[in-house]
Every structure is written in structure tokens, then in C-alpha cells.
């Protein structure tokens, strides 16, 4: 193709795309004016909670009968803000924003960031009452969590994107899970109240009081653990995303200095899985030999020779040894695809017997150790980074060992297990003991704010009212979880 005629090409092309942007503006523009003919006098008329309540009501409504996606889209957003605006609104705000992030997915984080405050709000109302609405703003809490780290384990993976791009989107992980965790030690401490109150209460009233607190906290005890893990995990990528901002800067600086440049390539190997890089940054600072070895650790297997598939093999082999438990079976496979691709390859193996020898006791040792690990290896000849979603699974700490939420507003299995009283799930949404997570997390790393300990759940005041007579009596209040229990998803807020 000429350039003339590549020049051209181009032209139409940032000509239809500018005539799309324009169509798309052209549309929102439409749906506004037709949406202000029709609603702007009830907006201006909606000066009252009654009326605002009403008026989300009936937005919502309109929502459900229209066919034009654009026009959907627009009433919900509507039906939120007006529904937001006071406690009788809530439920229908919580609605719209489900069936918003049901419409359109890349707005779940969006939805559930603007529902958040709605079960905050409610459940700060009245603590002692809406313990169900605290266990829906954990929930919430921990579902923002997972999606956010979904988002970053997109972004680790890609190699335009460097761990200090997604640091502040780990400690907006790490902010979750505290929040979570305090929130629950608050219910737990509620709940833990009442039962004591109810003891030596000799009505049949009281015992089922009694076995509706005991299946409401079902699962609930453990959580702060679950979420401790969680947290662990979390708070070793924002150590690592930490130290490569370190390195970075240094070494922008004065990019021959070997020592920085001999961790910043150890990081990238060990902790990032990105030969790529680690080469950028080793090849102004490190002698000639290491340099060739990472050259060729940066090529697909396949295009390894014999010899430097040994090498690699040995030196990922060393590299495993000092690595933190959660990364050392990824580091293991990568020694393990070089010595497949060694002794499979007929080309390759070409060395002499005891070459061949020592590659296979050299495998069938890495094996053995990633089988202690708990970390699938696929079979034979599993590639070099096939054993990334393995050994997040082998480790209940890792980030992205949180399976992400659906795009559909459906309850989390656990909180559904966890509120009838029947536990199949963790608050993750994983099976009860699995096979796979037999490692244990590893211990925080430290350093920066983001991964310092979660703070202690506040005291919970007693704040039932004083009871004078002698014998135990039943609380004259205990906690109405009807708004909760009966949620068929998260954006299920419920009603008075």
C-alpha cells in the first residue's frame, strides 16, 4: 500500500470514528430532551421526601417498560439519584443500580460504589436493630474488593502496565477489607449481646430468639479471619509494587547501578513473571553473560536452545528457593517448562546422557515440590506461566485467588449459606476446605499504611434500655433482619 493511499485510509477511519462519537452524543442528547418534556416538572415539583420517594417509584417503573437501552439506562440513573436522596428511597435506588450494572457490566464497580452508602446510612440509623443491613454493607465491601482486584490482576498481567500504575487501587482493596472487618466484629458483638441476654429466659419465645441469633452468626465468626487473609495477600503486592517504585526511580537515574538493577530483575522474575522487563532493566547494568540468559528467558520456550533451556532451568530453580510461598510455584513451573521443553524436544536434548539424567531428576524433584504445594502442573510439557491461576488457588491470601463476582446481581452463595444457617461457602464464594488451599497464606509484609494492620473493631456500647425487675427477660429489642434475609441479590435492599 502507498502512502497516499495509507494516508487516506486513515482519514476515513478518524472520520468514522469522530461520526460514531457524534451519533453517540447525538443519542444522549436525544434521550435528555425527550426525558426533560416528560419529567422535568415532577423533578421540580419533588421538593419533599414523599415526593422524591414517589417520584423514584415511578422512574423505576417507566425504567421496566422501556425497550430503548439508552433510555433505560437514563431512568435508572434518575430513579438512583432521587431514590438516594432519602431513607423510603433506598430500596428503589438499590434496584435501579442492579439492573444498571445488569445492562451495562463495566459499571458493576460504579453501582456498587454508589450503593454502598445506602446500606452505611441505614445500618448506622439504628445498629442495634439493622445487624442484617451491617452484614449487607460487608457484603458489599467485600464484593468492591473482589472486583477491584479482579481490575488489578488484569492490569498485572499486562505488559503495559507496571505494579506502581495499580498501587492505589491496592489500598482501596486493603481500605475494603478493614472496613469489612470492623463492620463485622461491630454485628458479632451485637449479636454475642443479645444471646447473652437471652440466657435463662425460659419462653419458648426466647429459645427461638435464641436459635435465629446462633443462624444468623453461622459463618460470621470466621470471617474476620477470612478477611485477615485476604488482606495478607493484598498487602504483599502492594510491598512489591512498592519496592519496583523504589528501583524504578533509582534506576532512572543511574541505570548501570548493578546492585538495584539485580533486584529490580528478581523482582520482575520472581514476583511479576515478566522476563520482558526484567531484561529492560538488566541489560544497561548487568555483565554479558546474566544479560544473555535473561535475552533468552524473555523469548518463548520453543525458541530456547538446549543448553540455555538447562541454564534457565537451574536459575529459576535458585530463584524458587528464596522465594515467599505464594510465588514459589510459579517460579518452579517456569523451571519446569525449560526442562520439558529439553528433554521433549529432539533438537534440543541433543546433549550428552548425563545431561538428559540430571534434567529428569531435576524435573521430577520440581514436581514433587509443586505437588507438595498443591499447584496443578497440567501434565507434561505445561508452559511457562500455565501454573499462575494454580497457585493463586494453592494460596487463600493471593488476591487473585478471589473468584470475581458476575456481572448479574446475584447473592454471593456465602451469604445466602451464611443467613439460612446452612455454611457450603467462605464469604469468597470458594467451597468449604478445599483440596487446593493447603498452603498457608504468608505473614503481611510491612511497610506504608496500606498494609499495616486492620485497626480493632470499636467497643460496642451496650445500649439496651436498663430492666429493673429480678428474673432474665427476653430484650425488648432484637435485631429485624426481615430487610435482609429475604434479598435475592446484593441491589435487593428491602423495605420497611
Known sequence: MTRDKAGL????????????????????????????????????????????????????????????????????????????????????AATALGLIQDIDS?????????????????????????????????????????????????????????PDQYAPELANIVNHYRMARVTTLEVLGKVNSYIARLQGVATDKAQQQRQDLADFKVGLDELPTKIDDRMAGVADLTKVAKEYSQYAQVLEKVPTNGKIAGQMVELCLVELDRPAL?????????????????????????????????????????????ARKPRKGAVLLRARSYLDHYLQNVEAAAGTA?????????????TDELATLGVRTGGAGAGAGSGATSVARANPAAPSALPPSPASSQLD???????????????????????????????????????????????????????????PSAPSVLPDDELYKGRKSIFDFGRD
Open 9 to 92: 485510509w486513515g482519514v476515513a477511519i478518524a472520520a468514522l470514528l469522530l461520526l460514531a462519537v457524534g451519533y453517540a452524543g447525538q443519542a444522549r442528547a436525544d434521550v435528555e430532551s425527550s426525558y426533560r418534556a416528560v419529567w422535568a416538572q415532577r423533578e421540580k415539583a419533588a421538593t419533599t421526601p414523599q415526593t422524591q420517594v414517589k417520584l423514584a417509584a415511578d422512574l423505576l417503573k417507566d425504567a421496566r417498560r422501556a425497550s430503548d437501552k439508552a433510555e433505560k439506562l437514563y431512568l435508572l440513573d434518575r430513579c438512583y439519584y432521587w431514590g438516594s436522596r432519602t431513607r423510603d428511597g433506598y430500596p428503589d
Open 106 to 162: 463495566s459499571r458493576r464497580i460504579d453501582c456498587l460504589e454508589k450503593l454502598l452508602p445506602l446500606y452505611q446510612k441505614a445500618y448506622e440509623a439504628d445498629k442495634n436493630r439493622m445487624l442484617g443491613l451491617g452484614v449487607g454493607y460487608v457484603d458489599v465491601r467485600l464484593q468492591l474488593a473482589r472486583e477491584l482486584t479482579r481490575k488489578v490482576n488484569q492490569q498485572s498481567a499486562s505488559a503495559d502496565v507496571t
Open 278 to 322: 526484567a531484561l529492560k532493566f538488566g541489560q544497561p547494568a548487568l555483565p554479558a553473560d546474566d544479560v544473555a540468559l535473561l535475552t533468552a528467558g524473555a523469548k518463548p520456550v520453543a525458541q530456547v536452545d538446549g543448553p540455555t533451556s538447562l541454564a534457565l532451568a537451574k536459575r529459576y530453580e535458585e530463584l524458587a528457593s528464596g
Open 354 to 366: 548425563a545431561d538428559r539424567d540430571a534434567a529428569t531428576a531435576a524435573l521430577a524433584k520440581i
Open 413 to 471: 452463595p456465602e451469604t445466602v449459606a451464611l443467613l439460612q444457617g446452612k455454611p457450603q461457602t467462605d464469604a469468597f464464594g470458594n467451597p468449604i476446605a478445599p483440596e487446593e488451599t493447603t498452603v498457608p497464606p504468608a505473614a503481611p509484609a510491612g511497610g506504608g499504611d496500606a498494609t499495616a494492620a486492620p485497626p480493632a473493631a470499636p467497643a460496642v456500647p451496650d445500649e439496651q434500655p436498663a430492666r429493673t425487675a429480678a428474673a
